[in-house]
Nanobody
Framework: QVQLVESGGGLVQAGGSLRLSCAVS??????TAWFRRAPGKQREFVSA????????YYSDSVKGRFTISRDNSVNTVYLSMNSLKPEDTAVYYC???????????????????WGQGTQVTVSS
């Protein structure tokens, strides 16, 4: 069983920055993604990264402001968030695909393992 633990959330003013971390218990270099769920809204895709970190994907709403990266030596995936907006307020979840799957998807149903989430609140 793969476990994911997010950290780094918090309260920040609009225009500020945060970096989220997702520690993965497995060294299998899973395809990993970040999703978020804002109050009263459905969970949405934010960003994803391939197993080797060579390919990254972003939703239109965060492209140019967020950067996903990974350090496979410590089994951790990061989400650096800059120019934060109040509409970025949400619980952010880290998710990993199972096994050695290489295809990156933007749909939450494609991800087998999930973290507990970390709250990000952006004040105006």
């Amino acid at each position: 069983q793969v476990q994911l633990v997010e950290s780094g959330g918090g309260l920040v003013q609009a225009g500020g920055s945060l970096r989220l971390s997702c520690a993965v218990s497995s060294s299998s270099r899973h395809v990993t993604a970040w999703f978020r769920r804002a109050p009263g809204k459905q969970r949405e895709f934010v960003s994803a990264i391939s197993r080797d970190g060579g390919n990254t994907y972003y939703s239109d709403s965060v492209k140019g402001r967020f950067t996903i990266s990974r350090d496979n030596s410590v089994n951790t995936v990061y989400l650096s968030m800059n120019s934060l907006k109040p509409e970025d307020t949400a619980v952010y979840y880290c998710a990993a695909r199972g096994g050695l799957i290489t295809v990156v998807h933007r749909t939450s149903s494609s991800y087998t393992y999930w973290g507990q989430g970390t709250q990000v609140t952006v004040s105006s």
